[in-house]
Each structure stands twice: as C-alpha cells, then as structure tokens.
C-alpha cells in the first residue's frame, strides 16, 4: 500500500481477505488480509551499490501499469538498454506526477517523461521516477479525458449539495447524503457513494470525514450505479487531505494486482 492513514477510535470489525482488520479507527490496525502484516510485503528490488542517479537527466517511458487506488505504479524506459538504469521498470509513485488532476493518475500505454532518484525503501536502495510529466514537460492531464466519456445526472457542469456522512480513507470510500428538493433529470437515491478519485483534495489523499458538507457532481457507471463526482467543500474548496507515509512496493506485487489497474478512457468503470 502506497500510504497508510492512521486512524481513530472506532473499530471497525475482522476486516477483509483473512487479516485482522482495520483495528481501532480507520487506520489499518494489525493489517488487511493477508501479505499486508507483518513480513507480508516481498522487498523492492535493489540498485546495485555502485549505481548512482545522473543528476537532472531525463528519460522518456512507457506507461506499463498504474494502480490508480494505490496510487502507484511502473514505467518502463524506451531504449532500455541504452538508458543506464538497473532493472526493467521505475516505480512511480502519485506525488511525483506532475498533473493539473484532481486525483493525479497515469494512463497505461501513456508516454511520460521523468527523472530518477534512488531511494531507501524497506531497508532496501531502490529505483523511483522524479518528475513525472509528458514528453516536453507538460503536466499530465488525463482525468479530464477520462471524464469525457462519462454520463451524468445533468451536465458534466451540475452541482449538488448534500452531507458527506463518512469517508474512510483506508477503504476509498464513503457516502453523501444529498439535500432534499433539488432537481434531477432522473431519478436519484437519498444518498450516493463517493470514492477517493472523485475527492478533490488539490491531487493529495483524502482524509477521513464525518458529517461535512458538501458539493459535488453525479456520474453514471455503465451498470447505472451513480457516483459522486468531483466532491469538493460548498463552492468549490478543497476538502481535507491526510498525511501519507510512502510505504515500499515491488513489480511482483504490482504484477498480482494487474486487476486493479487504471483502466484506459476508452473504458470507464
């Protein structure tokens, strides 16, 4: 996981996938399912002892996958073996990308261009992109892509009002209840799941939340659920962002979560 929030008071019970669950709060207690407790996480490939960064030197990469929820991923280096760099791929991690997004996220396929660092993660010296932007240095922009090919209750444009109930960041979710007496071209339910891409925190991690008001826009998923969309505080203010503690992911981790990849804008969830 690449950042954990640490949480409350409140349990919330044994959790999912065979852990111990989420402990007391919303944080991630004694850790979710299995692999994610102690000794859980294989360790992040190691650069060998001699290589250092070139410093402010760029190279330009492929996509290869992007957990958008976990907010990491890997790129892989055009001419590989001509760049220097150990290993196959570059770990990316959200705080890197340079984007104009909300929620900042890659593309998988999408070109980028970045620097490189080496870094301590689980004891380990290991490869992270720096600096991730298009080839040319521009920001990367692909929510507003992505969102071109939504449908939503209203326009793209329509503003609602509502209470958020909860959002609890260690599960990516929570729920607004929307304010009676407004009108909607369809018909919508009293209340509406809102999910961290659709948190507009200014591109950092929504923080857990109770009882906030809020605005927001609705978007209909291709089985007719309706979601929260671009969720921001009454007239368009950031909502609260949590603290993050950046923790060591692995390409073999990553590979046994292909499932959860950013799926391109040709295919919205």
């Not at 993050?244 to 799926?263: D, G, P």
Request: glycine share 16%; proline share 6%; hydrophobic share 30%.
């Amino acid at each position: 996981m690449p950042w954990v929030y640490m949480g409350g008071d409140k349990g919330y019970g044994k959790g999912g996938g065979g852990g111990k669950g989420y402990g007391k709060g919303w944080g991630w207690g004694q850790g979710y399912g299995k692999g994610y407790g102690k000794g859980g996480r294989p360790k992040p490939a190691a650069v060998p002892d001699e290589f250092e960064a070139p410093e402010g030197k760029t190279y330009v990469g492929t996509v290869q996958a992007y957990y958008k929820f976990r907010g990491y991923g890997f790129v892989v280096p055009d001419d590989l073996a001509e760049s220097g760099l150990p290993g196959e791929k570059v770990f990316v991690h959200w705080k890197n990308i340079k984007s104009t997004d909300r929620f900042p996220a890659l593309n998988p396929e999408m070109k980028v261009e970045f620097t490189v660092s080496v870094v301590e993660k689980a004891g380990v010296r290991t490869l992270q992109a720096d600096s991730v932007c298009l080839p040319g240095g521009g920001a990367v922009a692909v929510q507003e892509t992505n969102d071109e090919v939504k449908t939503f209750v209203g326009e793209q444009s329509s503003r609602y009002t509502g209470t958020l109930k909860f959002f609890n960041p260690a599960r990516g979710f929570g729920y607004v209840k929307l304010d009676p007496d407004q009108k909607f071209d369809r018909e919508v339910p009293e209340e509406i799941r809102v999910e961290s891409s659709e948190m507009n925190c200014g591109g950092a991690n929504p923080a857990q939340a109770e009882d906030v008001k809020v605005e927001l826009g609705i978007w209909v998923t291709r089985g007719g659920t309706l979601k929260g969309y671009n969720v921001t505080l009454p007239g368009g203010g950031l909502l609260e962002a949590i603290e993050v503690v950046e923790a060591a992911e692995t390409a073999e981790t990553a590979e046994a979560e292909t499932a959860e990849a950013v799926e391109t804008p040709s295919s919205p969830s």
